[in-house]
């Protein structure tokens, strides 16, 4: 071990040479090791268990991370770059801020508990610096791609510096590399011309339930190097490297290159000896390769076969010193499953945990005192542990600042309502956008727009035509420059203000991820706008949950929806989208009927995703043109925003309602007209979200057990307008269950109308009569419900 500098002053930098810099990250290496593996075994072994439900962790995937993430914290990490971390390697994460002084050893006692360490990195939920949520597997990868073109749309608009861009950095295990969204993201990528991304392999050759397929080999460096990255790959270390030089070596390097990775997984585990004899029986007849063999006693040999690439600090230095352009790289890093645990190699270490003679032996390895197994450095004398606090304090990482509190962007009071007697709530979105895109409001130059291939059928056109495509290196139209007409006036070029996408819901959302982060990542707000299919949105429903988990902010607008889109047929006709608005956490969801809806609603949604507390929203849309209402005042906007109001009033006590909600609104009107002169005081109820509706509802219902009660909620006030024995019919073009709750805020009798099968081909009246959602099935419930009372 080379002889460290001791410690300066705490404002006093310090130079080490690079031999004292491997022998530092060596150590912070294996402190990282031991606390990962003390917190996991902890919540598991230590910690009470009121449950008798097993707490988990993964000790083995932390271990095999331990020298890549020390390597990468401690020395090539600057402050501007972000990392999305492999998630079984968030204990490795905690770990390295408890060095820093930014983790608390409380959290960490409470790993897996309330109010502790998570147990995967969350934007959200931990205390620590998180740049990217990790945990539905890939995702945190593929987002950095996304990332990085959301800082590239940046630099292009003049809204940050070049000299402030950092990498992307994305750490993964290699089964995370078996991800299909992971492959649509590399396409995508291609075609915006990625940089500033690296995706660092933890290649330990093992999932949860098997080693990986040795077929697979150079199969990873092929796609990704078609793709246009550079594939940097770290199989050996320095201790394998040298031995190769020796007599005998090329033998033993030929012989690794061809070992099937479930016979090295299993002589990792068995050790030096069984090595050995392996090793004897297939090359030991070779020049050369006895005496190598012999040079080493068990232990060393051991250590030799296992100092993969991965592990090695010179080997990890040397590589992220050359990674120095803009270039996306992977780098593939060799590395052992439970690398320096007792569990290294077996193939059930996945879940599989140290007992507590295993863990007390490494602690003691360690010279760590019992009782001192939480100390940041302890077992490595006074001045050691100096040298690597002040080491520690004095990486680039530790300079990272707090993310950043990104000005609110001015919005106008109002956004003004499309003309026209009669529109969609699609067109009208359109319109809307497009206004803006003329507009000098500060709105518009902060909207930024993106669908997967469906920009002209979700109306982006217009919007598009004004403010141009994104594109890194101009791209002109050639259909424009010809002179073929053509409704799309699409330029691209560094200015434009949409980015179109592949047919990949998966990457969409993933995209709408990363721009809605752009205020904490990049100390600038953008306003991002989204249009999918709204039966799509299933598509990539795991990444519009990953995206809200995070808290990031966007517009999505799912069009055209429901049975509505009648020539379609059933593939296309989505049914339960109402649900996913009501029951996704971090996104309020809308379905309006009118154009001042759609209206009222966008400008509540740009408010809405800059507050503090706020979220993303969601407006379900319909290509059906219907005939605008006319407005007496504005007084039904604020129970509007709040989920619905009364679009005819009630004659209290009323007999009865008729609730609806989107594009159903010309059968509810027709029905309520039909039977206003025999039901007195009939109301007719525009609901304008059930997701705001019923979650101030839930919300209203659960403050009673807090004692917290206060008013009653939106919907029980407009419902108290009707009589305790009135008869409510719900109707909409979904679920019908997305209303039909609405029976038990006061115990309405209630009669559902929606849709729960798959749509077919047709137009509206055969439609919406075969599935009862026409005017006449809305009469029939009513009259159902009327004999019920008798």
Same mark, same amino acid.
């Given at each position: 071990?080379?002889?460290?500098?001791?410690?300066?002053?705490?404002?006093?930098?310090?130079?080490?040479?690079?031999?004292?810099?491997?022998?530092?990250?060596?150590?912070?290496?294996?402190?990282?090791?031991?606390?990962?593996?003390?917190?996991?075994?902890?919540?598991?072994?230590?910690?009470?268990?009121?449950?008798?439900?097993?707490?988990?962790?993964?000790?083995?995937?932390?271990?095999?991370?331990?020298?890549?993430?020390?390597?990468?914290?401690?020395?090539?990490?600057?402050?501007?770059?972000?990392?999305?971390?492999?998630?079984?390697?968030?204990?490795?994460?905690?770990?390295?801020?408890?060095?820093?002084?930014?983790?608390?050893?409380?959290?960490?006692?409470?790993?897996?508990?309330?109010?502790?360490?998570?147990?995967?990195?969350?934007?959200?939920?931990?205390?620590?610096?998180?740049?990217?949520?990790?945990?539905?597997?890939?995702?945190?990868?593929?987002?950095?791609?996304?990332?990085?073109?959301?800082?590239?749309?940046?630099?292009?608009?003049?809204?940050?510096?070049?000299?402030?861009?950092?990498?992307?950095?994305?750490?993964?295990?290699?089964?995370?590399?078996?991800?299909?969204?992971?492959?649509?993201?590399?396409?995508?990528?291609?075609?915006?011309?990625?940089?500033?991304?690296?995706?660092?392999?933890?290649?330990?050759?093992?999932?949860?339930?098997?080693?990986?397929?040795?077929?697979?080999?150079?199969?990873?460096?092929?796609?990704?190097?078609?793709?246009?990255?550079?594939?940097?790959?770290?199989?050996?270390?320095?201790?394998?490297?040298?031995?190769?030089?020796?007599?005998?070596?090329?033998?033993?390097?030929?012989?690794?290159?061809?070992?099937?990775?479930?016979?090295?997984?299993?002589?990792?585990?068995?050790?030096?000896?069984?090595?050995?004899?392996?090793?004897?029986?297939?090359?030991?007849?070779?020049?050369?390769?006895?005496?190598?063999?012999?040079?080493?006693?068990?232990?060393?040999?051991? &250590? !030799?076969? @296992?100092?993969?690439?991965?592990?090695?600090?010179? /080997?990890? %230095?040397? =590589? $992220?010193?050359?990674?120095?352009?803009?270039?996306?790289?992977?780098?593939?890093?060799?590395?052992?499953?439970?690398?320096?645990?007792?569990?290294?190699?077996?193939?059930?270490?996945?879940?599989?945990?140290?007992?507590?003679?295993?863990?007390?032996?490494?602690?003691?390895?360690?010279?760590?005192?019992?009782?001192?197994?939480?100390?940041?450095?302890?077992?490595?004398?006074?001045?050691?542990?100096?040298?690597?606090?002040?080491?520690?304090?004095?990486?680039?990482?530790?300079?990272?600042?707090?993310?950043?509190?990104?000005?609110?962007?001015?919005?106008?009071?109002?956004?003004?309502?499309?003309?026209?007697?009669?529109?969609?709530?699609?067109?009208?979105?359109?319109?809307?956008?497009?206004?803006?895109?003329?507009?000098?409001?500060?709105?518009?130059? &902060? !909207?930024? @727009?993106?669908?997967?291939?469906?920009?002209?059928? /979700?109306? %982006?056109? =217009? $919007?598009?035509?004004?403010?141009?495509?994104?594109?890194?290196?101009?791209?002109?139209?050639?259909?424009?420059?010809?002179?073929?007409?053509?409704?799309?006036?699409?330029?691209?070029?560094?200015?434009?203000?949409?980015?179109?996408?592949?047919?990949?819901?998966?990457?969409?959302?993933?995209?709408?991820?990363?721009?809605?982060?752009?205020?904490?990542?990049?100390?600038?707000?953008?306003?991002?706008?989204?249009?999918?299919?709204?039966?799509?949105?299933?598509?990539?429903?795991?990444?519009?949950?990953?995206?809200?988990?995070?808290?990031?902010?966007?517009?999505?607008?799912?069009?055209?929806?429901?049975?509505?889109?009648?020539?379609?047929?059933?593939?296309?006709?989505?049914?339960?989208?109402?649900?996913?608005?009501?029951?996704?956490?971090?996104?309020?969801?809308?379905?309006?009927?009118?154009?001042?809806?759609?209206?009222?609603?966008?400008?509540? =949604? $740009?408010?809405?995703?800059?507050?503090?507390?706020?979220?993303?929203?969601?407006?379900?849309?319909?290509?059906?043109?219907?005939?605008?209402?006319?407005?007496?005042?504005?007084?039904?906007?604020?129970?509007?925003?709040?989920?619905?109001?009364?679009?005819?009033?009630?004659?209290?006590?009323?007999?009865?309602?008729?609730?609806?909600?989107?594009?159903?609104?010309?059968?509810?009107?027709?029905?309520?007209?039909?039977?206003?002169?025999?039901?007195?005081?009939?109301?007719?109820?525009?609901?304008?979200?059930?997701?705001?509706?019923?979650?101030?509802?839930?919300?209203?219902?659960?403050?009673?057990?807090?004692?917290?009660?206060?008013?009653?909620?939106?919907?029980?006030?407009?419902?108290?307008?009707?009589?305790?024995?009135?008869?409510?019919?719900?109707?909409?073009?979904?679920?019908?269950?997305?209303?039909?709750?609405?029976?038990?805020?006061?115990?309405?009798?209630?009669?559902?109308?929606?849709?729960?099968?798959?749509?077919?081909?047709?137009?509206?009246?055969?439609?919406?009569?075969?599935?009862?959602?026409?005017?006449?099935?809305?009469?029939?419930?009513?009259?159902?419900?009327?004999?019920?009372?008798?």
């Amino acid at each position: 071990m080379p002889t460290l500098p001791l410690p300066l002053a705490a404002d006093t930098p310090v130079q080490h040479s690079r031999a004292e810099t491997v022998e530092l990250l060596t150590q912070i290496e294996q402190r990282l090791r031991w606390l990962s593996s003390w917190m996991i075994h902890n919540a598991n072994t230590l910690r009470e268990k009121r449950d008798g439900l097993k707490v988990g962790g993964h000790q083995a995937s932390c271990a095999s991370m331990t020298a890549i993430m020390a390597a990468l914290y401690f020395h090539a990490l600057r402050p501007q770059d972000k990392v999305a971390v492999k998630p079984h390697a968030g204990p490795v994460l905690h770990a390295i801020h408890y060095l820093l002084d930014e983790q608390t050893r409380e959290k960490m006692e409470r790993f897996r508990g309330l109010g502790g360490v998570q147990s995967y990195p969350s934007r959200t939920k931990d205390s620590i610096p998180v740049d990217f949520s990790t945990g539905s597997v890939g995702l945190g990868v593929a987002v950095t791609a996304f990332s990085s073109l959301v800082q590239d749309y940046l630099i292009a608009h003049g809204q940050m510096r070049e000299e402030q861009s950092g990498r992307m950095i994305a750490l993964m295990g290699d089964a995370e590399l078996d991800e299909g969204n992971i492959y649509e993201c590399l396409i995508e990528g291609y075609k915006h011309d990625l940089r500033n991304c690296w995706w660092v392999v933890d290649y330990n050759r093992q999932s949860l339930d098997a080693t990986t397929a040795d077929r697979m080999f150079r199969r990873f460096d092929d796609i990704f190097e078609t793709c246009g990255w550079r594939v940097v790959t770290l199989k050996h270390g320095k201790l394998q490297r040298a031995a190769f030089k020796r007599p005998g070596g090329k033998a033993l390097e030929d012989w690794i290159e061809t070992c099937p990775n479930a016979d090295f997984a299993a002589l990792t585990y068995l050790g030096g000896a069984a090595w050995r004899e392996r090793l004897m029986h297939d090359i030991g007849k070779k020049r050369g390769v006895a005496d190598l063999l012999g040079s080493f006693d068990d232990a060393e040999l051991a &250590r !030799l076969m @296992t100092n993969l690439g991965g592990h090695c600090i010179e /080997t990890l %230095l040397d =590589a $992220f010193d050359s990674m120095d352009d803009e270039r996306p790289t992977l780098l593939i890093a060799y590395t052992v499953k439970g690398y320096g645990l007792p569990l290294a190699g077996h193939k059930d270490n996945h879940s599989g945990m140290m007992n507590t003679g295993q863990i007390e032996s490494l602690r003691d390895d360690l010279a760590i005192a019992p009782g001192e197994e939480w100390g940041k450095w302890s077992g490595l004398g006074d001045n050691l542990a100096a040298t690597l606090q002040a080491f520690v304090d004095s990486s680039p990482i530790a300079r990272k600042q707090a993310e950043h509190a990104a000005p609110a962007i001015p919005l106008p009071d109002r956004l003004p309502v499309p003309e026209g007697a009669e529109q969609s709530t699609q067109a009208a979105f359109g319109k809307v956008l497009h206004d803006l895109a003329k507009s000098s409001e500060p709105l518009a130059d &902060r !909207l930024v @727009t993106t669908a997967p291939d469906v920009t002209q059928t /979700t109306n %982006l056109g =217009a $919007f598009v035509n004004q403010r141009g495509l994104f594109r890194r290196q101009e791209l002109a139209d050639v259909f424009q420059r010809v002179k073929i007409p053509s409704a799309q006036k699409w330029s691209a070029h560094r200015a434009g203000q949409h980015i179109e996408l592949g047919i990949a819901e998966n990457n969409f959302f993933l995209a709408l991820a990363a721009l809605g982060l752009a205020a904490p990542h990049f100390g600038t707000r953008l306003m991002p706008v989204g249009t999918v299919y709204d039966p799509f949105i299933a598509r990539g429903l795991d990444a519009l949950n990953y995206g809200c988990y995070q808290d990031s902010r966007f517009l999505l607008v799912g069009t055209p929806s429901g049975i509505t889109l009648a020539g379609e047929g059933g593939a296309h006709q989505s049914i339960n989208t109402p649900l996913i608005g009501m029951g996704q956490p971090g996104l309020e969801s809308f379905e309006p009927a009118f154009a001042d809806e759609v209206a009222l609603m966008m400008c509540w =949604a $740009f408010r809405h995703m800059q507050a503090d507390g706020g979220s993303s929203v969601y407006l379900r849309l319909t290509t059906r043109v219907i005939e605008q209402v006319a407005r007496d005042s504005s007084a039904w906007e604020e129970d509007a925003i709040a989920g619905a109001y009364w679009l005819r009033e009630p004659a209290g006590p009323a007999e009865a309602a008729i609730a609806f909600c989107g594009a159903v609104a010309p059968e509810a009107m027709a029905a309520w007209e039909a039977l206003s002169d025999d039901i007195p005081g009939l109301g007719l109820l525009a609901v304008t979200s059930p997701d705001r509706l019923h979650r101030d509802w839930s919300a209203q219902r659960a403050a009673r057990w807090t004692g917290k009660a206060q008013g009653p909620s939106h919907i029980e006030r407009l419902l108290g307008a009707l009589g305790p024995d009135a008869g409510l019919v719900t109707v909409l073009d979904g679920s019908p269950s997305a209303l039909s709750w609405l029976g038990g805020v006061h115990g309405h009798r209630v009669s559902p109308l929606g849709t729960d099968r798959f749509g077919q081909t047709g137009d509206l009246p055969d439609l919406y009569r075969t599935y009862r959602l026409d005017n006449e099935a809305i009469i029939d419930a009513m009259a159902d419900l009327l004999l019920q009372r008798g």
